[in-house]
Every structure is written in structure tokens, then in C-alpha cells.
């Protein structure tokens, strides 16, 4: 990868709660590495900016392995953006470390939908972030530019939408476009053909939450996400080329796919699609 162009960095490919989850004492989490909550960063070296997508509860370590990533010379800006998909607990609440009680940034802009925008505005303590002129609301349309060199397009997506609508977001660079889809409930309530959708990215980074049925212990239709195993029926089986475009992210720490040596995996992996590594880049 050439790092004088622009590119997208995974800082983080786990369901919100990461792994170890709080409280969990099974296998999947008991002495395993770290994973933090799905997170990309966006980097143009071209304007010197660097954005998050998502604000998860782990901002302090993806900041450190962004500067890892994309280092900034001296006492250079710590970040220059985030774009919020929804207002679910991985992907918002990193946002108070922006404020006085921790990095105390001076206005950063927060970009988000009408309904996310109304829902930071009218609670605290997102309020207060704007109030104390750490966050600075920008509301974007359906699409809008990041940088000069930068596009993002934002797509409405079907999730549990108790507090905000849910987006998903093509980013667009000079050369090559990305996907970001770490939610959504299911392929056939989108009106959007996730397929048509893959094949007009490079890479597609999409929701990979489960791998199947009766994997949790709960109800687990109160928590609707598509199973990788029907993202693999739906894309794989029709079009090998796609397939190997997708890369699954927002894997819940019960995902066996998140074990390398696992059946599960080497069912993604057979197919040509993977599950991301977080630290991993794309050209834009």
C-alpha cells in the first residue's frame, strides 16, 4: 500500500462489548487477546486528516494504534472527524473521551444523521460536548466530502433504531471504494440488494455478527443480525469474484469465526471471503 494516498484502517472488528465481553467467563473470552468494538479509521495523508467511523468505548486504544498506523508529526491534531452509523453502545459512547474529562479536543466535527444529531443535542452528556465546544454537529447529506480527495456516501440500513436511525457508509477515494456495514437486521428487510452493493466496492466490510443459529443461550431473535452463513448463501454461492471482496466484521465474542482454527472459519475462508483484522489497511 502506498501510505501517501489515501486509505481505511480496521481499528476494530469485535461486536460492541469487545472481547473479553464484561462478565463472560466461557472459552471465547476466558485468556484470549483483546478485540475491540468495530471501528474504521479513515486516513488522507494527501489533506493530513484522520477520521473515525464510530466513537466505540475503546477510542483510547484505536487512537494509539491509528497513530501506530498513520503517526502525525509532533503535536499534530489527534483526530480530525468522526461519522456515527447509530446510536448503539459500541459505536457512540467513545465520544465523552473527547471532552474535558479526558482529551478535551477542540471542536471536532461529529458527522451524523438528522435523527442522531437530534438525539446528541437533546441528551447529556452529548450535549454538554457540544455545549463545552469539544464536538461540533454536522448533520450530512446523503452524500458528502470528507476531504478533496475523500467521498462518503451514507445509506440508510434497517437496525433496531430505539435512539437514532442506522447508517452505512461507501467511502470513495481516488482510486478504490469501501464499504463500512458493522449492522444491519437482515439482508431481506434492506431495500438495498447487498449484492449489487458488493459489486460496486472493492472491499466490503459487513456485518458479521453471528455465524448461525442457537448460538447465544438467549432469544436471539431480539438481537436480529444475518448470519454469516446466509451472507455466504446469498454472495459465495453466486458470484465467487464478490465473495472474495467481503470481510466480516462486528463479531460477537460467541462468534466461533473469531477462532482461527475453528470449522467455522475455514467455512469463510473456503469461499474466499475472511473475517478483518484489525490493524488491517485498504487503499481508497
Same mark, same amino acid.
Given at each position: 500500500?502506498?501510505?501517501?494516498?489515501?486509505?481505511?484502517?480496521?481499528?476494530?472488528?469485535?461486536?460492541?462489548?469487545?472481547?473479553?465481553?464484561?462478565?463472560?467467563?466461557?472459552?471465547?473470552?476466558?485468556?484470549?487477546?483483546?478485540?475491540?468494538?468495530?471501528?474504521?479509521?479513515?486516513?488522507?495523508?494527501?489533506?493530513?486528516?484522520?477520521? !473515525?467511523? %464510530?466513537?466505540?468505548?475503546?477510542? @483510547?486504544?484505536?487512537?494509539?494504534?491509528?497513530?501506530? =498506523? +498513520?503517526?502525525?508529526?509532533? $503535536?499534530?491534531?489527534?483526530?480530525?472527524?468522526?461519522?456515527?452509523?447509530?446510536?448503539?453502545?459500541?459505536?457512540?459512547?467513545?465520544?465523552?473521551?473527547?471532552?474535558?474529562?479526558?482529551?478535551?479536543?477542540?471542536?471536532?466535527?461529529?458527522?451524523?444523521?438528522?435523527?442522531?444529531?437530534?438525539?446528541?443535542?437533546?441528551?447529556?452528556?452529548?450535549?454538554?460536548?457540544?455545549?463545552?465546544?469539544?464536538?461540533?454537529?454536522?448533520?450530512?447529506?446523503?452524500?458528502?466530502?470528507?476531504?478533496?480527495?475523500?467521498?462518503?456516501r451514507a445509506i440508510p440500513v434497517p437496525h433496531r433504531d430505539e435512539l437514532s436511525d442506522t447508517v452505512c457508509f461507501v467511502i470513495e477515494g481516488p482510486n478504490h471504494?469501501?464499504?463500512? !456495514?458493522? %449492522?444491519?437486521?437482515?439482508?431481506? @428487510?434492506?431495500?438495498?440488494?447487498?449484492?449489487?452493493? =458488493? +459489486?460496486?466496492?472493492?472491499? $466490503?466490510?459487513?456485518?458479521?455478527?453471528?455465524?448461525?443459529?442457537?448460538?447465544?443461550?438467549?432469544?436471539?431473535?431480539?438481537?436480529?443480525?444475518?448470519?454469516?452463513?446466509?451472507?455466504?448463501?446469498?454472495?459465495?454461492?453466486?458470484?465467487?469474484?464478490?465473495?472474495?471482496?467481503?470481510?466480516?466484521?462486528?463479531?460477537?465474542?460467541?462468534?466461533?469465526?473469531?477462532?482461527?482454527?475453528?470449522?467455522?472459519?475455514?467455512?469463510?475462508?473456503?469461499?474466499?471471503?475472511?473475517?478483518?483484522?484489525?490493524?488491517?489497511?485498504?487503499s481508497l
Amino acid at each position: 500500500m502506498d501510505s501517501s494516498q489515501p486509505f481505511v484502517a480496521v481499528l476494530g472488528i469485535a461486536q460492541d462489548g469487545g472481547r473479553p465481553q464484561a462478565g463472560c467467563r466461557r472459552a471465547c473470552c476466558v485468556d484470549q487477546p483483546r478485540l475491540s468494538p468495530a471501528c474504521l479509521a479513515i486516513v488522507d495523508p494527501i489533506a493530513d486528516q484522520r477520521f !473515525l467511523i %464510530d466513537a466505540t468505548p475503546d477510542i @483510547g486504544a484505536q487512537l494509539a494504534m491509528l497513530d501506530r =498506523i +498513520a503517526p502525525r508529526v509532533g $503535536a499534530g491534531r489527534v483526530l480530525d472527524g468522526v461519522l456515527l452509523t447509530h446510536a448503539h453502545m459500541g459505536h457512540y459512547t467513545g465520544l465523552v473521551h473527547l471532552g474535558r474529562e479526558a482529551l478535551a479536543l477542540p471542536g471536532v466535527p461529529v458527522h451524523t444523521s438528522e435523527r442522531m444529531a437530534t438525539f446528541l443535542l437533546g441528551n447529556s452528556p452529548w450535549k454538554e460536548l457540544v455545549d463545552h465546544g469539544h464536538v461540533e454537529i454536522v448533520q450530512f447529506d446523503t452524500t458528502f466530502q470528507l476531504t478533496p480527495s475523500i467521498s462518503v456516501r451514507a445509506i440508510p440500513v434497517p437496525h433496531r433504531d430505539e435512539l437514532s436511525d442506522t447508517v452505512c457508509f461507501v467511502i470513495e477515494g481516488p482510486n478504490h471504494r469501501v464499504l463500512w !456495514l458493522p %449492522d444491519i437486521d437482515s439482508w431481506d @428487510g434492506w431495500d438495498v440488494d447487498i449484492v449489487e452493493l =458488493i +459489486a460496486s466496492v472493492d472491499v $466490503a466490510y459487513v456485518d458479521g455478527t453471528f455465524f448461525d443459529d442457537g448460538e447465544l443461550e438467549r432469544d436471539m431473535s431480539a438481537i436480529p443480525h444475518p448470519r454469516i452463513v446466509d451472507t455466504v448463501r446469498r454472495v459465495a454461492d453466486l458470484d465467487a469474484s464478490l465473495a472474495a471482496r467481503v470481510r466480516f466484521v462486528h463479531l460477537n465474542h460467541t462468534n466461533p469465526a473469531l477462532v482461527r482454527s475453528s470449522s467455522e472459519r475455514a467455512t469463510v475462508v473456503e469461499v474466499g471471503m475472511r473475517v478483518a483484522d484489525e490493524g488491517e489497511t485498504v487503499s481508497l
